[in-house]
């Protein structure tokens, strides 16, 4: 079980049994509400803590400095107030070794579901080479293909995210863009670091640590299956952070950095999302029945 490796075991090969579908695995070698500024007083101490909890219900539109109201449509049309490009990166560092994968794509906010085209890094996998995955993120399951492990070419895995040990926060290689701001919602110890420039836009930025198990309470029901595994996977709740808000309070950036203890020294994860043009169109088209692989995966390389 993934479960077990995230206490045991040493180096790389723990950041290898945690990818238990294959990414992480791969390239561990294996081998202030509305637009008005806040005061300086607000943005420390609780005031601190306050606007980072909120970053994830102005994704959604449904807290204060949220986008738009909700608008008709299916599930996975997106919302064009809550929506936002994206971009990932997950570094490892076991053992000496220090691997980055990166990710591009897309995300609704409103319907929790988003695109990412995953990168590993070069010889990542050793001579053989991979593709890049394509990954679709959506409430309580991942779709990967080219996933590798023996899955056909041309077919998706489809993973349950809530029997994930983890709740996918490090599995799939990148951070699910609504788990990295919800897992704000168990923010404690907040300190207001000032104001900065990320790519032209005035962020303020918050340093402090959340706590998966307060995050998953006080997430809404899609993500609470996710969360609460995670808050069950781990050995501990804390998760160190860095969260950079806009004026608007809408989360632009955020770094969480996951520690996995084992018997020799531990496995550092830094997963960073960054999220930029805000109210491109998504769509997230799932796949058929018929082309989702549901046979063995290659020993070793499964939950």
């Keep these: 079980m993934v479960v077990q490796q995230h206490r045991s075991g040493g180096g790389a090969r723990a950041v290898c049994a945690?990818?238990?579908?294959?990414?992480?695995?791969?390239?561990?070698?294996?081998?202030?509400?509305?637009?008005?500024r806040a005061s300086a007083d607000d943005r420390a101490g609780p005031g601190a803590v306050e606007a980072v909890r909120r970053a994830a219900s102005v994704l959604t539109g449904t807290g204060p400095?949220?986008?738009?109201?909700?608008?008709?449509?299916?599930?996975?049309?997106?919302?064009?107030?809550?929506?936002?490009?994206?971009?990932?990166?997950?570094?490892?560092?076991?053992?000496?070794?220090?691997?980055?994968?990166?990710?591009?794509g897309a995300y609704d906010f409103r319907s929790r579901s988003g695109r990412l085209r995953v990168v590993l890094p070069q010889d990542a996998v050793g001579k053989e080479e991979h593709l890049p995955i394509t990954e679709?993120?959506?409430p309580g399951a991942l779709y990967?293909?080219?996933?590798?492990?023996?899955?056909?070419?041309?077919?998706?895995?489809?993973?349950?995210?809530?029997?994930?040990?983890?709740?996918?926060?490090?599995?799939?290689?990148?951070?699910d863009p609504?788990?990295?701001?919800?897992?704000?919602?168990?923010?404690?110890?907040?300190?207001?670091?000032?104001?900065?420039?990320?790519?032209g836009v005035t962020v303020r930025h918050y340093r402090g640590t959340t706590d998966i198990g307060r995050a998953a309470r006080q997430a809404p029901?899609?993500?609470?299956?996710?969360?609460?595994?995670?808050?069950?996977?781990?050995?501990?709740?804390?998760?160190?952070?860095?969260?950079?808000l806009d004026e608007q309070g809408r989360l632009r950036k955020v770094r969480h950095?996951?520690?996995?203890?084992?018997?020799?020294?531990?496995v550092e994860v830094v997963s960073t999302t960054l999220l930029y043009g805000f109210g491109s169109p998504v769509s997230v088209p799932l796949p058929a029945g018929r082309d989702i692989y549901t046979g063995e995966i290659r020993q070793g390389q499964q939950p």
């Excluded at 609504?178 to 790519?199: F, H, K, N, P, W």
């Design 221 to 244: 029901a899609p993500s609470r299956g996710a969360l609460t595994a995670a808050a069950k996977g781990f050995r501990t709740d804390t998760v160190p952070f860095d969260a950079y």
């Design 178 to 199: 609504m788990a990295a701001a919800e897992l704000l919602l168990g923010a404690r110890d907040v300190t207001y670091l000032g104001e900065s420039d990320l790519a």
């Design 136 to 138: 679709l993120l959506t």
């Design 18 to 36: 945690l990818a238990a579908i294959g990414v992480m695995a791969a390239a561990a070698g294996c081998s202030g509400g509305g637009g008005d």
């Design 65 to 104: 400095g949220s986008a738009s109201p909700r608008t008709s449509g299916t599930p996975r049309t997106s919302d064009p107030g809550t929506t936002a490009k994206v971009s990932t990166s997950m570094e490892t560092a076991a053992g000496g070794t220090r691997v980055t994968i990166r990710g591009r």
């Design 144 to 175: 990967m293909m080219n996933r590798g492990a023996g899955v056909p070419k041309g077919k998706w895995v489809r993973i349950d995210t809530t029997s994930l040990a983890d709740g996918n926060l490090v599995t799939g290689g990148a951070t």
């Design 257 to 266: 950095r996951f520690s996995f203890a084992n018997e020799g020294p531990a």
